[in-house]
């Protein structure tokens, strides 16, 4: 654009930010993609209140009228992701599994427990080439084109654009440690009930394809919901229960996952003593208490919570809290607490703030772009 004033000069606000986001604005489709775009870039109704504007999506709106469109680069052509989410999600629940299986064959010994941990470790990053980071959008996706098409849209210097494109080696690494760290720890652990805690391990470790397809389908939401929300508040509105539906799916398939292998143990390793008449579901029920049960759940949300942070760009934060679950545990096993209980408390302090950061922060649209 011709005539543009000085950087710095207040006479045009509008114009500082146009030309500080100006790739940003070149490379929308839609104001409501600018507008994601500076609420990532941490621009507020402060913002919008200089630039004389009553909020950041009508600021965008001003912004997308007046930058001219940039044609992008072709890139090549994706295949579709039909059925790619169903094969991460059975990738991940076999690379979890049979290490875990293997432990409780094998017996708890750290020489056992180290290779083991090899594919756990990598897992995070096994799921991720099952598919390309940035999956194609949905085929009636509205004003906004798949990530694979558009590019990352950079900002120099803001803080959105330092977190496009694929997640660093270090925070897969460190989220693998974490999956390690939770699901090795508690048959490594003398004493207790070593034939109900593998089974319960082994519930959850098939479960970590749950949490796979879960995050990858809240994503797809997201993603969807960018396409036909026409505000930002709106975006926010429509995302609002997808989270907590997320969540509950993942534990709805843990629960069942868990039943089935109290069931199976309660057929391979009976408890001494008189039967029930009850039958084998009796037997089931009646083979975990609460604590068990309870602490069961927390670690369901320590294995979804990272996984959601991770696909919508959190990796950092969903490395930080896949480490976090499993020191809180270890460290309470120090002080002298018993597996659930150590699980329940410190787990469950862990999965609480993650849960509290996840809604705080995924319900942005800048989470899906």
Known sequence: MSGAAAPGSSA???????????????????????????????????????????DLFSLADELYARVPRRPPEPGPVRPGRRGTAGRAALTAAALAALPCAGVA???????????????????????????PRDEPGPPSAG??????????????????????????????SGRGLGLAGLLLLPPAVPGGDRPLTVALVLA?????????????????????????????????????????????????VLAVLTFAALAVLAV?????????????????????????????????LLLVLPA???????????AVGALAGPAATLGLLA????????????????AAALLAYAWAVLGRAGAHR
């Open 143 to 172: 004003p906004f084109r798949p990530a694979d098409v558009l590019g990352p849209a950079p900002q120099p210097g803001g803080p959105a654009g330092s977190r496009r494109g694929p997640a660093a080696p270090g925070h897969g």
């Open 204 to 252: 959850a470790a098939v479960s970590a394809g749950s949490a796979e397809w879960a995050a990858r389908w809240y994503r797809q939401v997201g993603r969807g919901h960018l396409g036909t929300a026409g505000t930002l508040a709106e975006f926010r509105s429509r995302m609002r229960p997808v989270l907590p539906v997320a969540v509950a799916l993942h534990l709805a």
């Open 308 to 318: 959601l942070l991770a696909r919508c760009d959190r990796p950092a934060a969903a």
């Open 12 to 54: 045009d606000p509008v114009r500082e930010v146009m030309t500080e986001h100006r790739e940003l604005c070149e490379r929308a489709v839609d104001p409501l993609e600018i507008a994601a775009g500076l609420e990532e870039a941490g621009l507020g109704p402060d913002a919008a209140a200089r630039c004389r504007h009553a």
């Open 335 to 350: 002080l002298g607490r018993s597996l659930p209980s150590a699980l329940l408390l410190g787990g469950g302090a862990v």
């Open 105 to 131: 064959a094998l017996g708890a010994r750290w020489p056992v427990l180290l290779p083991a941990a090899v594919p756990l470790v990598l897992l995070p990053a096994l799921t991720t080439l099952t598919t």
């Open 268 to 300: 391979v390793a009976p408890r001494p003593g008189p039967g029930h008449d009850g039958g084998l579901l009796h037997l089931a029920a009646e083979r975990a208490g609460p604590a068990p049960w309870a602490a069961q759940g927390v670690l369901g």
